[in-house]
Every structure is written in C-alpha cells, then in structure tokens.
C-alpha cells in the first residue's frame, strides 16, 4: 500500500468499501433471483447459478486483498451485470425491484472500482514525483 496522506486513505477506504458493498450485494441479489424470484423453467439452477453468478467470483480475491489489478479489469464485468439488471426489469415486471437492485449493486460496484483505481494510481503519480524531486535536490 502507498504512504498516503490521510484523507487519500480515507477516500480510497471509502471506495473500497463502496466497490464490496456492491459486490457482495450483487452476488447475493444473483443468487436470491436465480434460485428463489425467478428460477429457470428449462436448465438446472445449478447451471444458472454457474453462468450467471460464476464469473462474478473471479475477482473476489483481489477485491479483498486490495489489488490494484483487480479493481481495474473487475468494473468491466460488471457492465455486463448492469445490462442484466437492466433486462430483468423489462422482461419479469412481477418481480421489477429485483432488477433494479441488481442494476444499483453493479452501479455501486462499477463506481467503487473506478474510483478506487483512479484515487490509487493519482496519489501514486504524485509520490513518485516527489520522490524524484528530492532525488534532484539530494544529487550535487
């Protein structure tokens, strides 16, 4: 982690937990609609649970340990997720708040890693020139 300063930490805290709460929100959500608000008349929901809510388990490990990485590629899955939310309101209106919970949970999600990431490598940056400046003063 970077030596920041104490209010990039508590900006990169606050997205940080922004992105988990919206991830584990969603995978939840997933879970809850698969098996229970609208399971699949036509494929085990074994299969679905795997398809659907699989993909979203690759990035837990990063997200967890605070990778950089991770946070940078796992916004982009959750576009996917968005436009399935995004569906679910459309095409199951019995059930359309399950769909907006999905759509709010990849939203928080997406920003959280956004955020997360640009907070991170901006504070990098700026370390790094410091650092060199004071290599430049330190040199004869």
Not at 42 to 61: E, K, N, S, W, Y
Not at 94 to 102: D, L, R, S
Request: charged residues 15%; contains cysteine; proline residues 5%.
């Amino acid at each position: 982690m970077l030596d920041n300063s104490p209010e990039t930490h508590k900006k990169l805290h606050f997205y940080q937990n922004l992105a988990l709460i919206g991830y584990f929100s969603l995978l939840i959500i997933l879970m809850i609609n698969i098996v229970w608000l609208i399971p699949s008349q036509h494929f085990p929901t074994a299969l679905v649970l795997i398809v659907i809510a699989g993909p979203l388990l690759l990035p837990m490990r990063g997200l967890l340990n605070n990778d950089l990485y991770t946070y940078q590629w796992a916004h982009f899955l959750t576009l996917a997720y968005f436009a399935h939310g995004i569906s679910e309101v459309s095409a199951y209106p019995e059930v359309w708040y399950a769909g907006i919970f999905q759509t709010l949970a990849s939203l928080a999600m997406y920003l959280g890693c956004v955020m997360y990431a640009r907070i991170f490598k901006q504070d990098y940056k700026k370390q790094l020139k410091e650092k060199e400046e004071i290599e430049k003063e330190q040199t004869p």
